[in-house]
């Protein structure tokens, strides 16, 4: 069979990380465009957003880093999660994904920072938090954004789910944050053309005046 004759082949079926490697391309064109960096800190993903980030290339013109905080100890000592909230709601909750969120950026010094915490099975699941669960996070300038999603899959379906999310997240929290920056810039530049106010301008010439 010569390779005219061959099946075409859905990308997506070879590489389930296709589309999210795009996503991740649309985000570092907006964040690359607009001066923002970003970093990561991961639990139930084990790194996997992070890859998908890295598939890119140039990525390190936008991508600070990224924390595995698989264990609640590594939470504690590299994001600075309290271990309050981890004692009092569990690793897998809203509010130690809102604390790692806001340990990475404030670490890495970075604009946005995003967060993943979850159960991807096949174990570890409860009545109260069962498998699939997972929240993400991401902390910028105006604070933290977290949601909460369940997802259906096995393992890995899992963990490609979460790491979406994080994207969709990401790329959203990038175009309000440019398009906030965009618009004070915008803001900043017609002030200095229209020059002093007519106040101003009437009070220096009292002044000169007397």
């Not at 099975?121 to 699939?132: F, L, N, R, Y």
């Amino acid at each position: 069979m010569s390779p005219s004759d061959a099946p075409a082949v859905d990308r997506e079926t070879v590489d389930p990380l296709a589309p999210l490697v795009e996503a991740a391309r649309r985000l570092q064109e907006r964040c690359i465009a607009s001066g923002l960096f970003v970093a990561a800190a991961e639990s139930c993903t084990g790194g996997l957003l992070t890859h998908i980030l890295t598939e890119v290339p140039g990525s390190s013109a936008y991508l600070l880093g990224g924390v595995v905080s698989y264990a609640d100890r590594t939470k504690v000592e590299l994001l600075g999660v309290d271990p309050d909230h981890l004692a009092a709601h569990g690793a897998v909750s809203a509010q130690v994904a809102r604390a790692m969120a806001q340990g990475s950026r404030d670490r890495f010094r970075a604009d946005l920072a995003v967060a993943i915490t979850g159960v991807a099975g096949p174990d570890g699941g409860s009545e109260a938090k069962p498998v699939g669960l997972t929240y993400v996070a991401v902390a910028d300038e105006d604070g933290v954004e977290v949601k909460r999603l369940q997802w259906a899959g096995e393992r890995s379906a899992n963990k490609r789910d979460s790491a979406g999310a994080a994207l969709e997240l990401l790329l959203a929290r990038a175009g309000a944050l440019a398009d906030a920056r965009t618009g004070a810039r915008t803001e900043a530049s017609a002030g200095a053309s229209a020059g002093p106010s007519t106040d101003a301008t009437a009070g220096a010439s009292r002044s000169a005046q007397e």
